[in-house]
């Protein structure tokens, strides 16, 4: 198992060096919160795959913390808010074209609690831009 998540972490990061055209250090940054906030969470990784692989964002408690997690650490979320800002100066110049007027649109959407906030902002993203929509 640990040499099946090993490889699910280097393929996750090779493709998100191809999706964002991160270099060697971004891709190796994003890697490490995956890792770190997938063991937070206790999230099953299978469901983030699942997700970039066209699925639905489905409504599992640990994903949510998990996008949470990944949300605040990268400075994206903070006191129970998505900055939204933050999200669109984060993005490569080519993604922001084509996503930053429906990430505007999207805002902040309000949960239950910071997960619920976090996981439902990320359901408008995914809803708005399905073609463009991934998780790291």
Do not use: H
Not at 6 to 24: S, Y
Not at 66 to 92: F, N, Q, R
Not at 121 to 136: G, R, V
């Amino acid at each position: 198992m640990c040499v099946r998540r090993q490889l699910l972490l280097c393929t996750t990061a090779a493709l998100l060096v191809a999706a964002l055209c991160l270099d060697e250090e971004m891709a190796e940054l994003a890697r490490m919160l995956r890792e770190s906030c997938a063991e937070e969470s206790g999230v099953e990784l299978r469901l983030v795959e699942e997700v970039n692989a066209g699925a639905a964002l489905p409504p599992d408690a640990k994903l949510k913390c998990y996008i949470k997690c990944v949300m605040e650490t990268a400075g994206m979320m903070s006191a129970g808010a998505v900055d939204v800002e933050a999200v669109v100066a984060m993005l490569p110049d080519d993604m922001r074209a084509k996503t930053e007027g429906s990430l505007r649109a999207c805002g902040s959407r309000a949960g239950a609690d910071d997960c619920d906030t976090a996981y439902r902002t990320q359901l408008c993203w995914q809803q708005a831009n399905p073609a463009d929509y991934f998780l790291i």
